[in-house]
């Protein structure tokens, strides 16, 4: 049989970083082929290759139905075929589902004057084929997600769509929700259209796939038929990234609990969450993207407030209502996006790292004492080794890996009892990397407590003492980090 | 079901229209004479005009302040015209659309192509084009205008005086083309998403062009709509114009945000807005307080506005949490 899609060889360099390198992937019509890989394999990557977002590197082919292609931009990629349903849909809130569905043709055919009855026509049309119960005439934003998708899908089918890429399209599903989405997904079979489904759970992924293609750190390991692998062979494939660091953890835990969080729930954030943080300790949390990590620490740093729950520090309840109590607190949070979060770009490094305590520098009239914040800071700089030592320099003329100390510098001046790091090494050079880490142990081992969020195992590892693993808002592991591999924790990461 | 939420707000403003109306007819009984209720319509077809040209703005999610200055551009054009040359009302009229069209396309194109916020790009234009008014002008009216030009601004069709005719069918120009045509659509979809919106193929920069564009020959058009009912042109009484109109469209439903108005709200908007400062007139309340109370409507219906957005925000569903 004919493929519908084949690509050769196709790699995708960004400055600095090898997104992908060298990857097959091929697909048959009416076949549901999953690609598999960590965060970070080059899954969207390839994703935005296929639907003309990205152009690849030369050297590669792309191959549509046996002839040699090349996939300009999204309206190609839609012309040649192919069509991505997005995990925000790139659908219209505030326009009916009828125009949401056909409104892709109507733009396609340069049709400057609308027929609305021919387009809910066709909109019906397409969600019958789809098997979806909603009116044509309904706005969109009133739909629940899992309607929204289904619109989203119909709308590719409405394109006569050859093949639809399926981006994580269970995760903001119920679980009749991901029925009806696997009922969806078989009408389209059956009519000959290709899926390929991206998803990090394994149950659905050996319920509706018919093939598996595994990506890890930009290459391609292996494609296999459902029937010639199980679970715990797909996700050996999957982890074993081969960047090691040393290993960081200290096996002696402190007593002393600074930090005591109780049964915090907050609606679809995170459900039930209960840990505990030690004196001078690093609590490692991972999981997978999505799975609510991010929004439990904002939790603990005033900017999600949760429905219920209690949060201990030092043993006495603390309320944390906004980012002034917790500083107040002693927790500093680094985000995750420095660039947008944690940083102002066009500001010295002096005066980003004084930010968060600007009253210690602050004199009679509210004006700020410059060279007090600068001697205060010059001694920060150093000791975080940022490079160029230079405090006057502007934080966007900096790396990636310095900015990323700037920030830690910025917060670990406020002398937080508790810091909260998400994703520490997110953008930042290898050697950068254990860098950071030698920093975090540094301020462990002083006796700050910290929080390391990471999607990265093998950071997870060597930073952490203890690792917490989130999967579908709530912990689903907890280890002492001695005898661990990614195997173990990527099993408790993904959903069963 | 059926746009239901739409409906529904467009059922609100129509029914806070009633209320006042009823309100201010029993206090006042000059309120519900045929000939106040005409004149009412007459002085706000100059504002009716350009909030149905500022309506695909806001709906973009764009804003546009610079109408006030434009409309003095205009104004003073048209003005011109018809005492020094003495054109026909014809040519008066193109001129003084394509002049509001020029403008727009600067607005459009530097919003559009240089990326800058429209705040910021049409606060240019708005002083860039009434500072040039001011110095060609001095701030001179320009009265003496020609005979034909008086009777047009008299004239009625059926009773209904020639400006409420305009404004009429300017309405039903403006929801046809909301309604029914690419462009139009693609309005709605810039505001209710940009990225999604160039993702399914409209050609985002040319669309905004076009609307600041409309809004231009919007109010090119009210230019000599407002010249032909006060008879003089007076390059200064324009200032602040623009709040006005903008209150009109939000007050009508539309999101300061983007995304969402429509004609109906628009034009229920016009009415609130005309028949509370008649309210006001007919209770002899000093003018100032027009201002005003303008005003506080605007942050009224801006603060709910911002106010439903954040709420369905924050019932936003982030993590699929396992029951």
């Known amino acids: 049989m004919q493929t519908f899609l084949e690509i050769d060889h196709i790699s995708k360099t960004f400055p600095g970083v090898k997104a992908l390198s060298d990857v097959h992937f091929d697909i048959y019509p009416g076949e549901v082929h999953s690609l598999v890989g960590e965060n970070g394999a080059g899954k969207s990557t390839l994703i935005k290759i296929m639907s003309g977002v990205y152009q690849p590197d030369e050297g590669g082919t792309i191959r549509i139905n046996g002839k040699e292609t090349k996939i300009h931009n999204a309206m190609d990629a839609i012309r040649q075929g192919i069509a991505v349903i997005y995990q925000d849909f790139s659908l219209f809130g505030n326009l009916s589902v009828a125009e949401n569905i056909v409104i892709n043709q109507v733009i396609e055919k340069n049709r400057q004057v609308l027929n609305w009855k021919e387009i809910r026509k066709k909109a019906a049309e397409a969600l ?23 619109v989203a899908i119909a709308s590719a089918v409405a394109q006569k769509a050859q093949m639809i890429i399926m981006d994580e399209p269970t995760s903001a599903l ?25 998803s990090h759970k394994m149950d659905e992924l050996f319920r509706i796939s018919d093939r598996f293609t595994v990506f890890r750190d930009g290459q391609y390991i292996r494609s296999c038929k459902k029937e010639e692998i199980d679970r715990g062979g797909l996700i050996s494939l999957m982890v074993g990234r081969k960047i090691e660091f040393d290993s960081l953890a200290n096996p002696v835990q402190n007593p002393e609990v600074v930090l005591e969080v109780s049964h915090l729930s907050k609606k679809g954030n995170f459900k039930d969450v209960s840990f505990e943080l030690h004196k001078g300790e690093i609590l490692g949390i991972t999981g997978l993207v999505g799975a609510g990590r991010s929004e439990m620490v904002q939790a603990l740093f005033g900017l999600n407030r949760p429905d219920s729950g209690s949060v201990k520090i030092d043993g006495k309840e603390a309320h944390i209502d906004n980012t002034w109590s917790a500083v107040d607190a002693g927790i500093g949070y680094i985000p995750e996006s420095r660039q947008t979060q944690g940083l102002v770009l066009d500001k010295s490094v002096a005066e980003n790292i004084a930010l968060p305590q600007l009253k210690k520098y602050t004199g009679k009239f509210g004006f700020v004492n410059r060279k007090k914040q600068k001697e205060t800071v010059g001694e920060w700089v150093e000791k975080l080794d940022v490079r160029p030592r230079n405090e006057e320099l502007l934080a966007m003329q900096l790396s990636g890996g310095n900015q990323q100390k700037v920030v830690l510098a910025k917060w670990i001046a406020t002398n937080a009892k508790i810091l909260i790091v998400d994703e520490p090494t997110n953008g930042v050079d290898v050697g950068a990397k254990s860098e950071i880490h030698k920093i975090l142990r540094q301020l462990a081992d002083q006796g700050t407590s910290l929080i390391v969020i990471s999607s990265e195992l093998p950071e997870i590892l060597a930073v952490s003492d203890r690792i917490l693993v989130m999967r579908r808002g709530r912990i689903s592991g907890e280890f ?3 005898d661990l591999t990614q195997e173990l924790i990527m099993d408790k990461a993904v959903v069963s | 079901m059926v746009k239901s939420l739409v409906k529904k707000r467009e059922f609100t403003i129509f029914m806070i229209v009633v209320v006042i109306a009823v309100v201010i007819a029993i206090s006042n009984s000059v309120f519900l004479r045929p000939d106040n209720i005409i004149d009412v319509l007459k002085s706000n077809s100059v504002i009716g005009i350009m909030a149905l040209g500022m309506l695909p703005v806001l709906i973009s999610g764009g804003i546009d302040v ?27 009229l193109i001129v003084s659309i394509a002049v509001g069209a020029a403008v727009g396309l600067a607005n459009g194109l530097i919003i559009s192509k240089l990326k800058i916020s429209p705040i910021v790009a049409t606060l240019g234009t708005m002083s860039i084009v009434l500072g040039a008014v001011l110095y060609w002008t001095n701030g001179e009216w320009i009265t003496n205008l020609p005979e034909d030009f008086k009777s047009f601004g008299t004239a009625t069709v059926a009773g209904i005086p020639i400006q409420v005719i305009i404004f009429i069918a300017l309405i039903a120009v403006t929801a046809l083309i909301l309604k029914y045509t690419l462009v139009g659509r693609g309005v709605y979809a810039i505001g209710g998403s940009t990225s999604s919106a160039v993702r399914v193929g409209y050609n985002v920069d040319k669309i905004q062009t076009l609307i600041y564009v409309f809004t231009g020959m919007t109010v090119g058009l009210a230019a000599v709509v407002h010249t032909s009912i006060v008879q003089q042109v007076d390059p200064n009484t324009f200032t602040g114009l ?28 016009v009415l609130l807005m005309a028949i509370m400062k008649n309210g006001l007139i007919l209770a002899r309340i000093p003018t100032y307080w027009q201002d005003i109370v303008v005003g506080l409507i605007i942050v009224f219906a801006v603060s709910i506005d911002v106010l439903n957005r954040n709420r369905e925000q924050e019932k936003l569903v982030r993590v699929d949490v396992e029951e």
Do not use: H, W
């Open chain 1, 128 to 150: 019958r084929i789809v098997g979806a119960d909603i009116s044509p005439l309904e706005t969109l934003e009133n739909l629940s997600v899992a309607k929204q998708q289904m």
């Open chain 1, 174 to 198: 119920s679980t009749t929700e991901v029925e009806t989405l696997y009922g969806i997904i078989e009408k389209l079979k059956a009519e000959n259209i290709a899926v390929m489904f991206v």
């Open chain 1, 480 to 482: 002492v980090n001695k």
């Open chain 2, 66 to 92: 610079s109408v006030s200055s434009t409309i003095a551009l205009c104004a003073v054009i048209s003005g011109k015209l018809l005492t020094i040359s003495g054109a026909n009302l014809f040519v008066v």
């Open chain 2, 242 to 269: 623009e709040m006005d109109v903008i209150a009109c469209v939000v007050i009508g439903g539309a999101s300061t945000m983007g995304g969402s108005g429509s004609v109906t709200g628009t034009v229920l908007g």
